[in-house]
């Protein structure tokens, strides 16, 4: 399995991108997918989850009412919509897939848990 994510660059504060996850090697609807960043010099942190069907759907605080996750299984991308971009968004975004047959909700934050990574896509929102 392989995921690709494209989307990412430079923008001003308050501008939107659309970040894209292609996977490759197995449906997409047999994952729970994520998003994660991870800013220069630090730790690399959850961003949002989608469920396989895309009932439903996590972020982390910070994002909420920003950032809005969504899949289309058909094409098998993840897709992470960001909008109202600030400073504090610049990271390199990753996309992350979870096989677990079941989702534990507490533990979605959680990087070691995730089956299959994309490479990272670069995100720099200047001020």
């Known amino acids: 399995v392989q995921l690709q994510a494209s989307g990412g660059g430079l923008v001003q504060a308050g501008d939107s991108l659309r970040l894209s996850c292609v996977v490759s090697?197995?449906?997409?609807?047999?994952?729970?997918m994520a998003w994660f960043r991870q800013a220069p010099g630090k730790e690399r942190e959850f961003v949002a989850l989608?469920?396989?069907?895309?009932?439903?759907?996590y972020y982390t605080n910070s994002v909420k009412g920003r950032f809005t996750i969504s899949r289309d299984n058909a094409k098998n991308t993840v897709y992470l919509q960001m909008n109202s971009l600030k400073s504090e968004d610049t990271a390199v975004y990753y996309c992350?897939?979870?096989?677990?047959?079941?989702?534990?909700?507490?533990?979605?934050?959680?990087?070691?848990?995730?089956?299959?990574w994309g490479q990272g896509t670069l995100v720099t929102v200047s001020s």
């Open positions: 090697g197995r449906s997409l609807s047999a994952y729970y």
């Open positions: 989608i469920r396989r069907g895309g009932d439903d759907t």
């Open positions: 992350a897939a979870d096989g677990a047959p079941y989702l534990i909700r507490s533990s979605i934050a959680r990087d070691d848990l995730y089956d299959y």
